[in-house]
């Protein structure tokens, strides 16, 4: 099959995605072949007024911030030094905890396999309590005892619940182990890669001299009532500032194409910023109980990828040097908007099995 009809199949699904009222817009990102394609279709807010999607905007990545900012900053760390933790230790060994957690390993936060439970309210303790105006270290502590009383939901590496939990206890830790915020420490790892000049990828972008037209609108604020763009969807983040690693990554469709295509070569053993062993460690790490290697999903031996509530995903294929990213902002204006689901299995599907053909 030739490329080209590839990409009309693309901007075909991606037009009918728009119509059908699966999102208001998304933007496509296909590394293949040393080459970069890019195609988006839609319009990034509907409301107060329609705005045109442009290629560099924005997007909230929702839960491809555990791969992209809080795995890839443990995976550069462990790199430069890897005497600070041992992922196969217990958590014990870093963290005072009372419950049977600490026992977990901790690699088992990384593919879901650890017990805990998928998600918590926590925002309801940080934010309708009137703690909102607490430094932000104090919070995740207080999310980091919260979830140290909760008992856990089945015997760890007995089975896999995608859970949120977890990492908030690997922010934690990694904050506590590297003595500096998540943010500032991605910001570190971040220097390894030579970022193009139409990159974004990072935390609190408005923080960023970022302005709000630059940033694709998500869903309606339950406590300000107003649409939120540039504040994380996340509510539990939201609650901690912004940051964690869970949710708060933003980032256009060029800074996750730079950083997947860092990780791939990486894999490849043809960069020196990351060890390669590191890498495969990550990507190929299987247990038959889980469908996550460390911190990334499985498709199949080949295939890593991940998902996010807004509506974005990434898949690679180690074996075809093949990067897909998705980018959309379904929750907008309405977050119980589901449609994603199928099309984006659909989407996933049909790329990857057209450019097998090719």
Not at 7 to 17: M, N, P, R, T, W
Not at 127 to 145: A, G, M, P, Q
Not at 221 to 235: A, F, H, T, Y
Request: hydrophobic fraction near 40%; aromatic fraction near 14%; glycine fraction near 6%.
């Amino acid at each position: 099959m030739a490329f080209s009809k590839i990409l009309i199949d693309v901007y075909k699904l991606l037009d009918s995605g728009v119509k059908e009222g699966v999102f208001p817009c998304a933007i496509v990102g296909i590394f293949y072949k040393d080459q970069r394609y890019i195609i988006g279709r839609g319009y990034k807010a509907l409301t107060p007024f329609l705005e045109p999607l442009e290629d560099t905007d924005i997007f909230d990545l929702a839960s491809l911030t555990k791969p992209l900012a809080l795995v890839f900053t443990l995976m550069y760390f462990l790199s430069k030094n890897s005497n600070k933790i041992d992922i196969f230790q217990p958590l014990k060994n870093y963290l005072q905890l009372v419950s049977p957690l600490k026992e977990v390993l901790i690699y088992r936060f990384l593919n879901h396999t650890s017990g805990l439970r998928a998600w918590y309210p926590f925002y309801e303790f940080l934010i309708k309590n009137k703690k909102v105006n607490e430094e932000r270290d104090t919070k995740l502590l207080k999310i980091v005892k919260k979830i140290d009383t909760l008992s856990l939901e089945y015997t760890p590496g007995r089975g896999c619940i995608y859970s949120d939990l977890g990492y908030f206890i690997l922010t934690y830790l990694l904050e506590k182990i590297y003595k500096d915020n998540l943010e500032n420490l991605f910001e570190k790892a971040k220097k390894s890669i030579k970022f193009s000049k139409k990159s974004f990828l990072g935390f609190k972008p408005l923080e960023k001299n970022i302005s709000q037209e630059r940033i694709v609108p998500t869903s309606v604020c339950p406590w300000s009532k107003k649409i939120l763009r540039g504040l994380v969807e996340d509510e539990n983040t939201r609650a901690l500032g912004g940051v964690s690693g869970v949710a708060g990554l933003f980032g256009n469709i060029y800074g996750i194409l730079d950083i997947l295509e860092f990780l791939l070569i990486a894999y490849k053993e043809k960069n020196k910023e990351i060890f390669s062993e590191i890498i495969k460690l990550f990507f190929e790490f299987k247990e038959d109980v889980s469908n996550f290697s460390l911190g990334f999903m499985y498709k199949n031996r080949e295939i890593v990828g991940h998902l996010g509530f807004t509506g974005c995903s990434f898949f690679i294929d180690l074996k075809r040097d093949l990067i897909v990213v998705l980018l959309t902002n379904r929750v907008h204006p309405d977050r119980s908007n589901q449609k994603i689901k199928e099309f984006r299995k659909v989407f996933h599907e049909k790329l990857l099995n057209s450019l097998l053909l090719k």
